[in-house]
């Protein structure tokens, strides 16, 4: 079993940063794709991005390319959300999600991903 928890939520102006991390548990977090989705008030979850499992390769919502950056440090069991630029319509709850040992390329569909951390408040103020 996987478990995710993410941390570095919280409350910043338009155009601030913020980092999320997700620590996961597991000796399979190496060889498993790791993507980051987000759900705002009254919405569907949406794809934000994802990293393959060597980190060589990367994915993002266009709502977010170029301000986002996703990394991993497979050494560490952690996968990053560098958010730049912030801007309010980025508030949200935002997820860390996972995929099965060995299934290590990107996805963007969430019913793709098998495992989910409880998630973690970003509100961006105007």
């Known amino acids: 079993q996987v478990q995710l928890v993410e941390s570095g939520g919280g409350l910043v102006q338009a155009g601030g940063s913020l980092r999320l991390s997700c620590a996961a548990s597991?000796?399979?977090?190496?060889?498993?794709?790791m993507g980051w989705f987000r759900q705002a008030p009254g919405k569907e979850r949406e794809f934000v991005a994802a990293?393959?499992?060597?980190?060589?390769?990367?994915s993002y919502a266009d709502s977010v390319k170029g301000r986002f950056t996703i990394s991993r440090d497979n050494a560490k069991n952690t996968v990053y959300l560098q958010m730049k630029s912030l801007k309010p319509e980025d508030t949200a709850v935002y997820y860390c999600?996972?995929?099965?040992?060995?299934?290590?390329?990107?996805?963007?569909?969430?019913?793709?991903?098998?495992?989910w951390g409880q998630g973690t408040q970003v509100t961006v103020s105007s």
């Open positions: 999600a996972a995929r099965r040992a060995g299934l290590s390329t990107i996805v963007v569909v969430p019913t793709s991903y098998d495992y």
């Open positions: 990293i393959n499992y060597s980190g060589r390769s990367t």
């Open positions: 597991g000796r399979t977090f190496s060889s498993s794709a």
